[in-house]
């Protein structure tokens, strides 16, 4: 049985939290612009000191177009474990970039936080040990909007 205050908290309009804006990550691996590669150390699940610029300079064009959505796709290397262990890698690093950017002040519905394969890293050394936050291209405004 449900307690009545958390079904209040669900019922009542405001209360509950804020939906994620509708996005896909499908092809973002494949822009070329406004593309920030976050490095980790072997094995980390949270990025250190070495990954703050990358992280303040997307976090700060982010803030600059707020109608750009961001995502954030974790990678981890063949020597970082098994195909399994080395998924739920990326998916601890994605999820941690994304709560980096939004204390950093990007709202936190704007970014979608997923685990890629090692092949679709770049830009950083070695790149299956790293997040690369893609800003997507801001959507196309609707006629009548």
């Given at each position: 049985m449900i307690p009545a205050l958390v079904l209040a908290?669900?019922?009542l309009p405001g209360v509950a939290a804020a939906?994620?804006?509708p996005f896909t990550c499908v092809g973002a691996e494949q822009l070329?612009?406004?593309v920030f590669?976050?490095?980790f150390p072997r094995g980390a699940a949270?990025?250190?000191e070495s990954a703050r610029a990358n992280l303040d300079a997307a976090a700060a064009r982010a803030k600059q177009e707020p109608d750009r959505m961001l995502c954030v796709l974790g990678h981890a290397g063949p020597q970082e474990g098994g195909a399994q262990s080395g998924l739920q890698l990326?998916?601890?690093?994605a999820g941690a970039v994304?709560?980096?950017l939004a204390k950093l002040g990007v709202e936190r519905d704007r970014i979608r936080a997923e685990a890629r394969r090692a092949a679709f890293a770049r830009g950083a050394v070695p790149e299956e040990r790293s997040v690369t936050v893609v800003l997507l291209p801001a959507a196309p405004s609707q006629p009548g909007q």
């Open positions: 908290a669900l019922l939906q994620p804006r070329e612009e406004d590669a976050i490095p949270a990025p250190n990326a998916a601890r690093r994304a709560e980096r």
